[in-house]
């Protein structure tokens, strides 16, 4: 495809600027001050925005609103994935009604994982890490694609009344039937929240990586051809950049070495840690000298993603990093320090998180 994005093959995207300028995707700016108590606001790593005013204005006078994502269950859960869990349970804090479902169709129709297997993997990888990274059972709904209410296959079959092949190829250039009965059910998983039987409408947010973004364009502009039936209000999004692979490249669940999974054990972690990609030089005298680089670093994007809260504290690596005292080797072994300290802790809450997902889990058989 040559100007799109297409959502299942896309790698990393190197000009942020250029969703801005062709897909009207908005700079997340004038935002970022008023929610600085979220780590990946404030830095920067969430950056773009549709209609997000909605979605401060329910923040601010308390009204109702909806936050709503998928999970594609296709392996285990990183620490790229667990940014995204960090966002639902912030959403939920601040007192979004969380809706949050399995993509376990999707994981079907475009990759043919068995959708029992698949169930598993939602439950025991990405529910039960949510669970221990915060998210709470109160003010969830959480369920499976392929398994779910009729009135959200009812919307769903509804929702394809008013999209022709023409639209559907100009955003996601050629689909096969499985991919657009899997662009159509994200629709419905977006908007059924505001069906009369589930709230009414409402804002919505959906926090994506960019990849995700033709989905909300296509999400919009569906909800405003059923304004009539439905009152559905378009839904806002969120647009994050991605952290990249442990080696460079993508982060991904099937390749072990490109990611840490919350349920590595620590030296398993530190490991990969010692062996990830920096941006360091050769020798340890030229980097003495020149200064390494934090913006082509995995360390660094492990420590600015997840495992330094704290800014100055950040900012402290970052200056040393860039004037050449601080050298890889050292930075790697605090890294792997920090990342042991979280996954242990994690990993204690996951036993705990069992008997909560066992509850969701029962509130929807
Ligand atoms: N397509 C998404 C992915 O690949 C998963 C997904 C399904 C989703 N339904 C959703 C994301 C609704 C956001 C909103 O990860």
């Given amino acids: 495809m040559k100007d799109g994005i297409d959502p299942w093959s896309i790698g990393e995207i190197s000009d942020y600027r250029n969703l801005f300028e062709e897909f009207g995707i908005e700079s997340f700016e004038k935002f970022r001050e008023q929610l600085s108590d979220n780590r990946y606001i404030r830095r920067g790593i969430v950056f773009g925005h549709r209609d997000f005013s909605r979605i401060i204005k329910a923040i601010h006078e308390d009204e109702r609103f909806v ?65 221990a990274l915060g998210l709470s059972e109160k003010n969830l709904r959480f369920w499976f694609q392929t398994d779910y209410t009729p009135l959200y296959y009812k919307l769903r079959d509804m929702l394809s009344k008013k999209i022709t092949l023409n639209e559907l190829n100009a955003i996601y250039g050629k689909l096969s039937p499985g991919k657009i009965i899997s662009v159509i059910t994200q629709a419905a998983d977006i908007l059924h929240p505001q069906l009369k039987e589930f709230g009414g409408p409402r804002p919505t947010i959906v926090p994506v990586g960019a990849d995700q973004d033709p989905h909300i364009r296509l999400t919009r502009d569906l909800a ?30 099937s390749d072990p070495k490109s990611h840490i999974a919350l349920t590595d054990e620590p030296e398993v972690a530190a490991k990969k840690i010692m062996k990830a990609k920096t941006g360091g030089r050769t020798t340890a005298r030229e980097q003495r000298e020149k200064g390494g680089i934090p913006e082509d670093c995995m360390i660094y994007d492990l420590l600015l993603y997840h495992l330094i809260d704290d800014d100055s504290q950040l900012e402290t690596v970052y200056g040393d990093c860039k004037s050449g005292a601080l050298i890889c080797g050292e930075c790697k072994k605090f890294c792997a320090e920090k990342a042991a300290e979280f996954l242990t802790k994690h990993q204690k809450k996951r036993k705990k998180a069992k008997k909560i997902v066992e509850r969701i889990l029962d509130e929807i058989k």
Avoid at 238 to 243: D, G, Q
């Fill in 224 to 253: 405003s051809r059923f304004r009539k039936e439905f009152r559905f209000i378009p839904p806002s999004s969120t647009c994050h950049k991605f952290m990249g692979g442990l080696q460079g490249g993508k982060m991904s669940s």
């Fill in 67 to 131: 936050m709503i994502t998928g999970l594609m269950p296709s392996g285990r859960f990183h620490f790229g994935h667990k940014m995204v869990a960090d966002q639902i349970t912030y959403y939920q804090k601040l007192g979004a009604e969380i809706f949050l479902c399995s993509a376990d169709l999707e994981a079907y129709l475009i990759r043919g994982i068995d959708p029992e297997a698949s169930k598993k993997i939602a439950v025991d990888e990405y529910l039960t890490n949510y669970v």
